[in-house]
């Protein structure tokens, strides 16, 4: 009974779909998140008259007859939608109004792209993440610097005791990517490019390139809708609800045929 497997595969997906939705409210509050959305595709269809095929020697079938067999997650796409900016008043935080990526070097040397600016002063002085990763292009603040100030366009300036005139540090560089939906997650609010994502595309912030430009002392918030989100979960569970129905239905149509006998 085909009813059975389909509804079983109606159920798979939906428990996909549910945790899918459990991880965008986990981050609801995750400085950078980008929430995901999961994409469904029937499956093969087993076709007992084929649409257009000779009903007669001068006649076809208009409609034909095909019965489906279930349903499977395609993918669990991430939607790059900006968050909402949250003032925080640290020097070091920084908000990307735009769809820019910075650019952070891992401990193994390879480079990661985030969305979270929250970033922080190591022991030299060098701009990191929070988690220690230092920002690229590299860039430095000595002992003695001070008022920090990050520019719309990237610009890191600093001022030293008893002068006036501002220093600067370096400059704040930006990715992006011709299908940033494409990107693998790793977790700790980092991505690595993939084939699909394409490889990256480097510009200065307020640039041509259109990375976006930067809002210092700010942080962009989760882009998770989380009134969307319950609605999302309803119709999951209501759907996996109605499979599983399904399969108590087919159960009952198993269970009089095995009485047929008696």
Excluded: C, W
Aim: proline share 5%.
């Amino acid at each position: 009974m085909r009813a059975l497997y389909s509804a079983a595969s109606g159920m798979n997906a939906q428990q996909l779909n549910v945790d899918t939705i459990a991880n965008n409210l986990a981050n609801a509050n995750t400085t950078g998140y980008k929430m995901r959305r999961t994409q469904f595709q029937d499956l093969m269809y087993e076709s007992m008259i084929q649409p257009g095929s000779a009903a007669g020697t001068q006649t076809l079938y208009p409609t034909g007859l095909q019965v489906g067999l279930g349903v499977r997650p395609a993918s669990n796409e991430i939607v790059f939608t900006q968050g909402n900016a949250v003032e925080t008043d640290n020097p070091l935080d920084v908000s990307i109004q735009g769809k820019g990526f910075f650019q952070v070097r891992q401990p193994d040397g390879t480079i990661a792209y985030t969305r979270d600016g929250s970033f922080h002063l190591d022991a030299s002085g060098n701009i990191v993440s929070s988690v220690g990763d230092l920002i690229q292009p590299q860039i430095t603040i000595p002992p003695q610097g001070q008022s920090i100030t990050i520019a719309a366009d990237g610009t890191v300036s600093y001022t030293l005791p008893n002068q006036v005139a501002a220093q600067s540090a370096g400059q704040i560089q930006l990715a992006n990517f011709q299908n940033p939906a494409g990107l693998n997650s790793l977790g700790g609010n980092l991505y690595v490019p993939t084939d699909a994502s394409g490889q990256p595309n480097l510009g200065n912030p307020d640039g041509p390139e259109g990375m976006g430009s930067l809002i210092q002392g700010y942080q962009e918030q989760s882009n998770v809708n989380v009134v969307q989100e319950f609605i999302n979960l309803i119709q999951s569970q209501r759907a996996y609800e109605a499979d599983s129905k399904v399969v108590k239905a087919a159960d009952e149509m198993y269970q009089q045929i095995n009485n047929v006998k008696q």
